[in-house]
């Protein structure tokens, strides 16, 4: 999938954003028929509630979450306000800039304002502290490491076929 100007800026992103809090809505009201929706007070108070977090994964294995996309006048990056996740870094306002190309991966996250957790999870690629949590604990590496395999040793020339020494 190609996550170019045209599918930010254009119908892809929203329907994407739409499609979660719909989702989100069903959720809650699995019997409510969201096309009906004004005939319902309780399904469109609740659909009206819902926020939207959106993550970017890279292929560098970087992610990040994105607090509002800029539309620029260049269509060949995506330019966006970052989300923050250390504290520390929350009093200033990190504007990313990268590649369509580099994104493999996007997730919408729709949740109630009322009913989001307390402790937000931390975004991978830009891991830091929580504000209740103190520091991040280290993920343990579960992958198994590559070891190169060794190169045979060279066999002595005398062994070698038609290499003349016998």
Not at 91 to 96: A, K, L
Request: aromatic share 12%; with cysteine.
């Amino acid at each position: 999938m190609l996550f170019n100007f045209d599918w930010w800026f254009g119908s892809g992103y929203s329907q994407q954003l739409d499609e979660a809090k719909l989702r989100c809505a069903r959720n809650r009201f699995p019997d409510a028929d969201p096309d009906k929706s004004d005939s319902n007070p309780e399904y469109s108070e609740f659909y009206v509630g819902l926020e939207t977090r959106t993550v970017l994964y890279l292929r560098d294995g970087f992610s990040y979450e994105i607090k509002e996309l800029v539309k620029g006048s260049n269509s060949s990056y995506l330019t966006f306000e970052c989300m923050p996740a250390e504290d520390a870094y929350r009093v200033g306002c990190f504007v990313v800039t990268l590649p369509y190309d580099d994104i493999v991966r996007v997730e919408v996250y729709a949740v109630h304002k009322a009913e989001k957790p307390e402790d937000m999870p931390t975004i991978k690629g830009f891991a830091g502290v929580q504000p209740s949590q103190g520091p991040t604990p280290k993920r343990p590496d579960d992958r198994s490491s590559r070891r190169e395999r060794e190169a045979p040793a060279e066999a002595p020339a005398s062994q070698i076929p038609g290499s003349g020494i016998d």
